[in-house]
T-cell receptor, first 113, second 113 residues
Framework: NAGVTQTPKFQVLKTGQSMTLQCAQD?????MSWYRQDPGMGLRLIHY???????DQGEVPNGYNVSRSTTEDFPLRLLSAAPSQTSVYFC????????????FGPGTRLTVT | KQEVTQIPAALSVPEGENLVLNCSFT??????LQWFRQDPGKGLTSLLL?????REQTSGRLNASLDKSSGRSTLYIAASQPGDSATYLC????????????FGRGTQLTVWP
């Protein structure tokens, strides 16, 4: 089991560029989510999915897009990068939302200049 | 809105000490509480998950307790070691958005030899 994997590990973007952060899990988990971690702010939920074809917004969704075409993959798209999106992004998964342990990927460190 | 607070923000102790890390949350209507460990530049590693109906969970030298009515959890680390140095994060799953975790800002622990 690879668990939750994320690519790339590091990325530098210019303002206005777009990109996709990849997240995959091999545990057959229904629930997947994206968080961002900023100094002094703690982790905040961006988007989440309770299964293939079902996504919803979290606390800080603006500027991000998600889709879930398969159980395994949950990519996060930055539509037009802004310096305020400089952060560390974590993907997480669990068997189901609510009662189960959540597993986190290693993170993607994104810098927008 | 659920607020999660962790005290202290930082802790530095000599090897061998028994430690208590504190976590408090404002809304007692939670599904579970999870303690994570984060090493610098790394992802989150799940340490313990306590369901709302449970009072405590143990794993090796770690023991986590939950008092839902008072909105508190403690993580007890016995016989601390330098390898325990990391940031410890507490997160509650409130359940209004299933699976959404509300994180504290963490306790940065340093154990020196």
């Amino acid at each position: 089991n690879a668990g939750v994997t994320q690519t790339p590990k590091f990325q530098v973007l210019k303002t206005g560029q777009s990109m996709t952060l990849q997240c995959a899990q091999d545990m057959n988990h229904e629930y997947m989510s994206w968080y961002r971690q900023d100094p002094g702010m703690g982790l905040r939920l961006i988007h989440y999915s309770v299964g293939a074809g079902i996504t919803d917004q979290g606390e800080v969704p603006n500027g991000y897009n998600v889709s879930r075409s398969t159980t395994e993959d949950f990519p996060l798209r930055l539509l037009s990068a802004a310096p305020s999106q400089t952060s560390v992004y974590f993907c997480a998964s669990s068997l189901s939302g609510g009662y189960y342990e959540q597993y986190f990927g290693p993170g993607t460190r994104l810098t927008v200049t | 809105k659920q607020e999660v607070t962790q005290i202290p923000a930082a802790l530095s102790v000599p090897e061998g000490e028994n430690l208590v890390l504190n976590c408090s949350f404002t809304d007692s209507a939670i599904y579970n509480l999870q303690w994570f460990r984060q090493d610098p530049g790394k992802g989150l590693t799940s340490l313990l998950l306590i369901q709302s109906s449970q009072r405590e969970q143990t794993s090796g030298r770690l023991n986590a307790s939950l008092d839902k009515s008072s909105g508190r959890s403690t993580l007890y680390i016995a016989a601390s070691q330098p390898g325990d140095s990391a940031t410890y994060l507490c997160a509650v799953d409130r359940g209004s958005t299933l699976g959404r975790l509300y994180f504290g800002r963490g306790t940065q622990l340093t154990v020196w030899p």
